[in-house]
T-cell receptor, first 109, second 117 residues
Framework: RKEVEQDPGPFNVPEGATVAFNCTYS??????FFWYRQDCRKEPKLLMS???SGNEDGRFTAQLNRASQYISLLIRDSKLSDSATYLC??????????FGAGTRLTVKP | GAVVSQHPSWVICKSGTSVKIECRSL??????MFWYRQFPKQSLMLMAT?????????EQGVEKDKFLINHASLTLSTLTVTSAHPEDSSFYIC?????????????FGEGSRLTVL
């Protein structure tokens, strides 16, 4: 079993749609959680951290469920510029980040 | 945010040659840097953890004699792909966590795209 498993995608959605990604992790001792965005042929860039209380940044909402060991990302009112691959990441407390396989999102006009 | 610089951004080499990739933290000290490899349409795969002043820790299945890692200072780690072959062609990305920040966040270099002919 992979340490971090993620919706395989791809997701193809129209502009304005709401889309949700889920990710599960196997290490119950994992300490911090993140969503990264990766554009084609570029390095990942931090989109947002994920907290147990949930957090929101504009159109993006991230949730963490420690009991079920999953994290989610919700994107509302999708824009063309949201097209990218979204990687969930789990830090096991040794600055050892493990990534999901990534979910590719394409937002179409 | 913290800045990590990686060089070269792309390199083409002949089979059998060695290629060195540098990763520098520009505005913070990093005792630990990480090297990832990413094949097309696949996720980042951790290759090794590079610790300043000590030997790198390699992930299972990664040949330490083929992928030489040196972390001589708090701001520089290098990855050398020795005797490169076409199957080593990939996107190599380094990352670092900042000593003075306890967020768990990683800062990534821009990546190095290696093509072995």
């Amino acid at each position: 079993r992979k340490e971090v498993e993620q919706d395989p995608g791809p997701f193809n959605v129209p502009e304005g749609a709401t889309v949700a990604f889920n990710c599960t992790y196997s290490n119950s001792a994992s300490q911090s959680f993140f969503w990264y965005r990766q554009d084609c042929r570029k390095e990942p860039k931090l989109l947002m951290s994920v907290y147990s209380s949930g957090n929101e940044d504009g159109r993006f909402t991230a949730q963490l469920n420690r009991a079920s060991q999953y994290i989610s990302l919700l994107i509302r009112d999708s824009k063309l510029s949201d097209s990218a691959t979204y990687l969930c990441a789990v830090n096991n407390g040794r600055a050892d980040m493990r990534f999901g396989a990534g979910t590719r999102l394409t937002v179409k006009p | 945010g913290a800045v990590v610089s990686q060089h070269p951004s792309w390199v083409i080499c002949k089979s059998g040659t060695s290629v060195k990739i540098e990763c520098r933290s520009l505005d913070f000290q990093a005792t630990t840097m990480f090297w990832y490899r990413q094949f097309p349409k696949q996720s980042l795969m951790l290759m090794a953890t590079s610790n300043e002043g000590s030997k790198a820790t390699y992930e299972q299945g990664v040949e330490k004699d083929k992928f030489l890692i040196n972390h001589a200072s708090l701001t520089l780690s290098t990855l050398t792909v020795t005797s490169a072959h076409p199957e080593d062609s990939s996107f190599y990305i380094c990352s670092a966590s900042a000593l003075d920040r306890n967020t768990g966040e990683l800062f990534f270099g821009e990546g190095s795209r290696l093509t072995v002919l």
